[in-house]
């Protein structure tokens, strides 16, 4: 059976009546993005079942700041929804790559710009029932414009938005990426609702 | 061929010069959660590329609010990354369910409420690179508990927390589901951050 590609186990005392543990696992599909498993797990009650779900490396959103204020977004055609988003930057991990590198790359390579600043938010799950992605999230400042260099494939265009011109796209139903909400709401809690330390306080590169 | 499960077109014209079409497609896995397709797509620079993605029935999350203002909010062991996770309740429509009726089957299985009134508040998109779920937000609100039924092999725990105290979880780190975050920002947006009408004058079941 294949190795358990799933994060370290992170289950404290008082949740251990919840945990499903792992009988065996294989790999179904082995794509050029996708890494597809299945595993034979066993649930609390002790019988068991199966779960299927993504492998994934990782991934970065970066929240590009203006010095006006204004964020840096991307519209993107997304094939699977075909249609285009509204959305921060963002990218997934190359191998062996950290979680900063790659979003000082990704910024970079799709907005064109590099940041003097950045500035750790935290973490969020996409998809907690069948991925193990992650997302860091960065806030990134003293931007300064060295042009786009975009990967083989990769087509988006750019724009400046306010932050209340996003809640607006968000009340709208424009924007409706979840990751862009929930890193939007992140950002807004650390630097707008409370009596937080100013963007960029916190950390120069 | 297989035939596209997408869901339908919707590219204005200013945003045509980034769509990617369609060149051909199968599925490539189709197991008892997972349907995976892999598709051959024409870039807008006329290269072809491929695009491998899941195809997903749709789901709804439930913002469950008590008398008192507090949410029903869920504990629930996530297997691919091997944790217990703090969300709304959600779940996925069966086949032909619409997603109010998917929202009043899973509220009551999953946390034993029924409730007598139902708001939509909006749409998500949790994984835009690599799946076609969408995710139906409900509010529900004159709530009755009347018993949960979980399904076979479904182990959570219920909680009950202000969106103050949600609020605290996101800074902390605590709460990372991105659906959950981005639907709280909805709700805030709606019943909290403006002079919105108060949650169950819109609609009633």
Chains 1, 2 share one sequence.
Do not use: C
Not at 16 to 38: K, S
Not at 123 to 135: D, G, K, Q, R
């Amino acid at each position: 059976m294949a190795a358990d590609p799933r994060p370290a186990r992170s289950v404290v005392s008082s949740d251990q009546h919840l945990e499903e543990t792992r009988v065996e696992g294989a790999r179904v599909f082995d794509g050029a993005l996708l890494d597809v498993r299945r595993d034979v797990v066993r649930l609390p009650d002790g019988a068991t079942t199966i779960r299927e779900y993504i492998v994934h490396p990782g991934a970065v959103l970066i929240i590009p700041v203006l010095a006006d204020g204004r964020f840096v977004v991307e519209r993107q055609f997304r094939y699977p929804l075909h249609r285009v988003f509204l959305e921060f930057p963002a990218g997934k991990l190359d191998a062996g790559e950290s979680a900063l590198v790659t979003a000082q790359r990704e910024l970079t390579e799709e907005t064109g710009y590099i940041a003097a600043r950045w500035t750790r938010l935290g973490l969020i799950h996409p998809t907690v029932s069948y991925s193990t992605e992650a997302i860091e999230i960065f806030v990134a400042g003293d931007l300064t414009h060295v042009g786009r260099k975009l990967d083989d494939g990769e087509f988006l265009d750019i724009a400046e938005m306010t932050s209340d011109a996003l809640l607006a796209a968000l009340d709208d139903g424009e924007l409706t990426d979840a990751k862009t909400v929930a890193a939007l709401l992140m950002y807004l809690r650390k630097h707008q609702n409370r009596s937080a330390p100013p963007l960029g306080a916190e950390g120069r590169a």
